[in-house]
């Protein structure tokens, strides 16, 4: 049997151009991934300093239903993942 899918939060700035390749793609696939903007969110901000130690988006969070998290930086290595992801049919 298969595993839920995971919970994808993406932290983000809407002026960042690398955020807005991941985005382009997040639409492209039609995947569900919560959009977290840290300009409008001091929590999200927090979460993403406390986290990784640094403020550089976009960063994708991947909460696994047994209770896992990863934090996956690099515009390049999201977009790569969600490809992967989507392809395999490991997301909702
Ligand atoms: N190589 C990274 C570059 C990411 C990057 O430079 N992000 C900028 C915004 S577009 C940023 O967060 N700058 C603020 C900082 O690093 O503190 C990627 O492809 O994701």
């Known amino acids: ?3 839920p899918a995971p919970h994808l939060s993406l ?3 809407d002026s960042c151009g690398y955020c ?3 985005r ?3 639409e492209e696939l039609g995947v569900p991934v919560e959009l977290r903007n840290i300009q409008h969110s001091a929590e999200h901000y927090e979460a993403l300093l406390a986290a ?3 403020r550089t988006v976009p960063v994708l969070r991947i909460d696994r239903a047994e209770g896992s998290s990863e934090w996956l930086p ?3 290595d999201i977009i790569a993942w969600l490809r992967q ?3 395999a049919g490991a997301l909702a």
């Open 1 to 3: 049997m298969s595993s």
């Open 11 to 13: 932290y983000y700035f």
């Open 20 to 22: 807005r390749r991941v």
């Open 24 to 26: 382009q793609v997040i």
């Open 52 to 54: 990784r130690g640094r």
């Open 74 to 76: 690099e515009s390049q």
């Open 85 to 87: 992801q989507h392809t």
